[in-house]
């Protein structure tokens, strides 16, 4: 008798870990959103080739690149 919980211990492991895991955004290096092993398709802001940027880099690199089309 007596319910055993397990994986509660692992639980708060793996949490912990989250938190040092954050991408980085690799123009700034604010934490994003995403966790390093979130799968790239499933990020916005992700730029093949370059990494992950947070909303407002990636909002600069998009101006720019316009800008150098025309
Ligand atoms: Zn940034």
Not at 37 to 64: A, S, T, W
Request: charge should be positive; include cysteine.
């Amino acid at each position: 008798m007596g319910v055993y919980k397990n994986g509660r211990r692992k639980k708060n492991r793996d949490r912990e870990k989250e938190k040092l895991m954050k991408d980085k955004c690799v123009i700034c290096n604010t934490d994003t959103q995403y966790d390093e092993f979130d799968h790239i398709d499933m990020r916005y802001f992700y730029v093949e080739g370059c990494g992950q940027l947070c909303p407002k880099c990636f909002n600069d690199i998009e101006n720019k690149t316009k800008k150098e089309d025309k």
